[in-house]
Each structure stands twice: as C-alpha cells, then as structure tokens.
C-alpha cells in the first residue's frame, strides 16, 4: 500500500513541475522559465499561446513585425519586459528602432498583451510612459519637459533634437517649429520628475516596457462578474453588489 501511495504522489509531483500539461520550463540566456502562456519555439503549441525564440542565446519576442529582447517575465504579475533592439548600453547616440505609439496597444482584446492592469476596483494603472524624440527648428526654452539630447542624437538635422517623458502624447505637448520623429515606451519609473538629463532617459529605454497577458489570465475565472489584480496580488472576482468603474 506504501508503495502505492508513493507512486501516486510521485505522479502528483511531476504533474506540478511540468506545470499538468507534460510541458516542462523551457530556458534561453538569463530567461530560464519560459512556461504558458509563453513557449519557446520548438515547443509543442499546447505548451503555451505565444511564441519566443532563442537567436544567439537571448530570448525574444515578435511583436507588431519588430522583434524585441526579451528582459524579464514575471509570473507573479502577468507581466513581461521587452527592449528595443536597436539601443545599446554604452552608447547615447543608440536609438529605438521601432515607433510603438499608444494605438499599438489598445485594449480592445484583439492584442496579445494589454498595457494595463486591474489594481484594485476603482482604478487603471499604465504599465509605461512614452518617450518622444523632436526635432525643432528652433531651441526650446521655457519648457522643462524638453530635454536636450546633447549631440547624442542628430539624424542630420539642421535643428534641435529633443527628447520628452510623456504619459500619453498630446498636441499641447509639441511646441511651435518641433516635429515628433520617433516614440517608445519605458516603464521605468525614474522619470517621475522633470529634472532628468538625457543620460536618464536613455536609461529608462534600455530598462524597456511591461506588456501584461492579465485578460488570458483572467478568462474563465468570473462568472458574472469583473476579473482583477488585486492590491493583495492575485486575480480576484468583483463581489456581488460593488458598484465597479471598467474604462473601455
């Protein structure tokens, strides 16, 4: 009988590891649990909804026909972080090499990753800012938004080239003379002041952007009700009766 029940708690075991589905954790570089919903190319389907690939040892992902590095998934969150490949750490004048503006993103259930989470019932919190570069005819004063990129960035202007943290990006936002020339996102959380040089900013792009797979968490899981990340950090349902703001 011992045996038996040795047995069956073996399989019990194994059947957690390979997390129920005979899939075990796949790994690629400094990524060493890529598990559903991920799934390393190569990987039978049912081990995961979206695909990365391993191309010289680092993990990445195919996103809006760019490919991005792959710097962290967080199970615990439903979160994953990607970089631009085109930024290097040791070198300023190193830029995105895709425009992402806030319509790449929309949450209306068509995208794979959404760039928001339920924290809480009453609330939305913005996984990222953006960060916009401007090329302006003229110098920009007055405007402590405008950082000067200090001859890292040129693109053969005759002008000024700036950059700016910007939540969402408004007309306000761009000054007489100053045309947008690119857009990418951070959500590195150090630019919440207006005295940054671009050192900083540049930083916060190599930090890269949180993307949130929390809607395929959240399916099936409610029954006539809301599905959230709670301020305990778990999904949970909405109770009965709790009037519940949902931004569409």
């Known amino acids: 009988m011992w045996r038996e029940r040795s047995l069956i708690v073996l399989v019990v075991l194994l059947h957690q590891i390979d997390g129920g589905d005979g899939c075990s954790p796949s790994s690629c570089g400094k990524i060493t649990n890529i598990s559903y919903p991920f799934r390393l190319k190569g990987d039978p389907q049912v081990c995961g909804r979206y695909e990365l690939s391993c191309e010289n040892n680092i993990t990445v992902l195919s996103l809006f026909s760019g490919t991005f590095r792959v710097e962290a998934i967080n199970y615990n969150n439903f979160t994953i972080r990607l970089v631009d490949p085109g930024l290097q750490p040791t070198n300023c004048s190193s830029l995105p090499r895709y425009f ?102 540049h930083k916060a792009l190599l930090y890269g952007f949180q993307l949130s797979w929390i809607r395929l968490a959240c399916e099936g899981r409610c029954t006539d009700t809301y599905c959230y990340f709670s301020i305990n950090q778990r999904l949970e349902c909405a109770g009965e009766g709790i009037f519940i703001i949902k931004n569409d």
């Open 100 to 201: 992402l503006s806030p319509s790449n993103f929309t949450d209306d259930g068509l995208r794979p990753y959404g760039r928001w989470y339920r924290n809480g019932w009453f609330y939305d919190e913005f996984f990222y800012e953006h960060i916009v570069f401007l090329d302006c005819s003229d110098g920009v004063s007055g405007n402590s938004k405008y950082v000067d990129t200090g001859g890292c960035v040129n693109w053969e202007s005759k002008g000024y080239i700036y950059a700016m943290a910007v939540g969402d990006l408004l007309a306000e936002d761009i000054e007489v003379g100053c045309d947008v020339k690119l857009l990418a996102p951070t959500s590195w959380w150090g630019l919440d002041t207006n005295n940054y040089s671009y050192a900083i900013i």
